[in-house]
């Protein structure tokens, strides 16, 4: 099975909370990173999270780890249309090449 | 620019040519990244250049895959002999040596007929 796993879809009503969750699998995981892919575009970093801390809020984003569950979410507050994309949740393992394991990527909708 | 550039934008060719896909990464980054992205799939890794290291080539799919990268600069993703299954959004990323962090180019589109 795939190391780093998502729901493919997520669909929110324009104003309410979009939660993103990702589940992986190897806890040597040091950095857990979440990425926006718009439409024809490449992968934007919205933000990441080192594995010693359970939250990073920055902004509308807040992201939730947890260690023991190998669990992490993204909130988006206050959800805007602008914010329909594909989100990718991505581990990178302690060593040096820090090559990042890319789950699937949830689709979010947002309607109006 | 600021950010990590590639070329072509998108490149339509035919099935047995011979391709090149071009990365201008950010100044100063060590590290390039090479990734495949098919429709409705996540990344898959391809190949890793770190400063004058051999790279790791571990993701590249067969012998018709190959990279080269000069120095700290360009670096060139070339497909041999295309075939449809070769079809994807090729994606570049470049790291500064010290931090763990990728930064995106805006990727190529191949479309193989």
């Known amino acids: 099975g795939e190391d780093v796993e998502q729901s493919l879809f997520l669909s929110v009503r324009e104003g309410d909370s979009s939660v993103i969750n990702c589940t992986y699998t190897?806890?040597?995981?040091?950095?857990l990173y979440w990425y926006k892919q718009e439409p024809g575009a490449g992968l934007q970093l919205l933000t990441y999270?080192?594995?010693?801390?359970d939250m990073k809020q920055d902004q509308r984003l807040t992201v939730l780890l947890n260690k023991k569950d190998k669990h992490l979410s993204l909130r988006i507050a206050d959800t805007q249309t602008g914010d329909s994309a594909i989100y990718f949740c991505?581990?990178?393992?302690?060593?040096?090449?820090?090559?990042?394991?890319f789950g699937r990527g949830t689709s979010l909708i947002v309607h109006p | 620019g600021a950010g990590v550039s590639q070329s072509p934008s998108n490149k339509v060719t035919e099935k047995g040519k011979d391709v090149e896909l071009r990365c201008d990464p950010i100044?100063?980054?060590?590290?390039l990244y090479w990734y495949r992205q098919r429709l409705g799939q996540g990344l898959e890794f391809l190949i890793y250049?770190?400063?004058?290291?051999?790279?790791?080539k571990s993701g590249l799919p067969s012998d018709r895959f190959s990279a080269e990268r000069t120095g700290e600069s360009v670096s060139t993703l070339t497909i041999q002999r295309t075939q449809q299954e070769d079809s994807a959004v090729y994606l570049c990323?470049?790291?500064?040596?010290?931090?763990?962090?990728?930064?995106f180019g805006p990727g190529t589109r191949l479309l193989v007929l």
């Open positions: 999270i080192f594995s010693n801390m």
């Open positions: 991505a581990e990178i393992l302690s060593g040096g090449s820090y090559i990042p394991t």
């Open positions: 250049f770190q400063g004058n290291s051999a790279p790791d």
């Open positions: 100044s100063g980054h060590t590290a």
């Open positions: 190897d806890s040597s995981s040091t950095y």
């Open positions: 990323a470049s790291r500064f040596g010290s931090q763990e962090t990728q930064y």
